[in-house]
Structure formats: structure tokens, C-alpha cells
């Protein structure tokens, strides 16, 4: 079955770096894209960045461009999202989703069940 397992969140200071895992298995993932969303308390769950593995094209929300990183190793069945310069409004659950591709016209499939990111001081 269709698994994405999220590691790397945790507490980090404001201007810190995380790095976020997303593993994924039971589905040939060159085929499909893996998405990054994140969800805050109280607000409704916004797309982070996306990346095709099949050819390796990303995109990023307006919010974090510059700041975050998405990359792929499609050997190892793996996405990540570097993330640096953090700010406290970066703190969210942040989770992995499968998609058929970036368009927004392809809405996410599969989740992950989720990794804490916080940024505090």
C-alpha cells in the first residue's frame, strides 16, 4: 500500500535551518509528483512546495521562495525540503502528499501522517 513517512520536524530558534524527510513506498514515484503542505492552528492547510519526480521541476508558495529548497532522490524513494532563515510563522504540521503532477489542477492524493516544525525563541 501507498506510504509517506515525514521525518526532521522539531523546535528550532527564528533564523535556524530544519531539514524535512518525506519517504514514500508501495507506488513507482517517477510517475507522480510529492507535494509539501503545511497546516498552522487555526488556519486552513496551504500548499508549501511541489516537485515533479519525473523530471525534477518544483514550485514553491510566494511565502517561502528563497527560504525553502525542494529536492528529490528518486534512488531512494525520498523528497526533502530544506528549509532556512525560519520564522515563527513557518511553525506548522507539515505533511507529504502524492500528486499526478504540480498544475494546481491536480489536487494531492495520498498524505502523510505529519511532522511537527516550531519556531520559537
Request: hydrophobic share 30%.
Amino acid at each position: 500500500q501507498v506510504q509517506l513517512v515525514e521525518s526532521g520536524g522539531g523546535l528550532v530558534q527564528p533564523g535556524g535551518s530544519l531539514r524535512l524527510s518525506c519517504a514514500a513506498s508501495g507506488f513507482t514515484v517517477g510517475y507522480y509528483a510529492l507535494s509539501w503542505f503545511r497546516q498552522a492552528p487555526g488556519k486552513e492547510r496551504e500548499g508549501v512546495s511541489c516537485i515533479s519526480m519525473r523530471d525534477g521541476s518544483t514550485s514553491y508558495a510566494d511565502s517561502v521562495k528563497g527560504r525553502f529548497t525542494i529536492s528529490r532522490d528518486n534512488a531512494k524513494k525520498t523528497v526533502y525540503l530544506q528549509m532556512n532563515s525560519l520564522k515563527p510563522e513557518d511553525t506548522a504540521v507539515y505533511y507529504c502528499a502524492t500528486r499526478l503532477s504540480c498544475s494546481d489542477y491536480d489536487p494531492p492524493g495520498y498524505w502523510g501522517q505529519g511532522t511537527q516544525v516550531t519556531v520559537s525563541s
